[in-house]
């Protein structure tokens, strides 16, 4: 069975630095693509960044140059990291793992990580 276990969030002050983690476990072949979206109270869910397994990124207009997104596939992990991020960043944020396994392509979501940014 696949899991997605998010690590990382909490709060932050507008300016720090913040880096959540999400790790896969479970029988997985590959993991096509990888991201990170969040979801704000009263807001939809939206995507913050994804990465492919080719190392192609995207990433948000409003977080671009400011956050970082990158993989370690050995780890079967994805990062974000959050520099310099404002109180509008504040939400839940979630992986999400395109990935194979035995039966197929699948989409996985993490349990959400709540982000605060506050002075």
């Known amino acids: 069975q696949v899991q997605l276990v998010e690590s990382g969030g909490g709060l932050v002050q507008p300016g720090g630095s913040l880096r959540l983690s999400c790790a896969a476990s479970?029988?997985?072949?590959?993991?096509?693509?990888m991201g990170w979206y969040r979801q704000a109270p009263g807001n939809e869910r939206e995507l913050v960044a994804d990465?492919?397994?080719?190392?192609?990124?995207n990433y948000a207009d409003s977080v671009k140059g400011r956050f970082t997104i990158s993989r370690d596939d050995a780890k079967k992990t994805v990062y974000l990291q959050m520099d310099s991020p404002k109180p509008e960043d504040t939400a839940v944020y979630y992986c999400?793992?395109?990935?194979?396994?035995?039966?197929?392509?699948?989409?996985?979501w993490g349990q959400g990580t709540q982000v605060t940014v506050s002075s």
């Open positions: 999400k793992m395109t990935l194979y396994i035995y039966n197929g392509r699948n989409d996985y």
């Open positions: 479970g029988s997985i072949f590959s993991i096509p693509t």
């Open positions: 990465i492919t397994s080719g190392g192609r990124t």
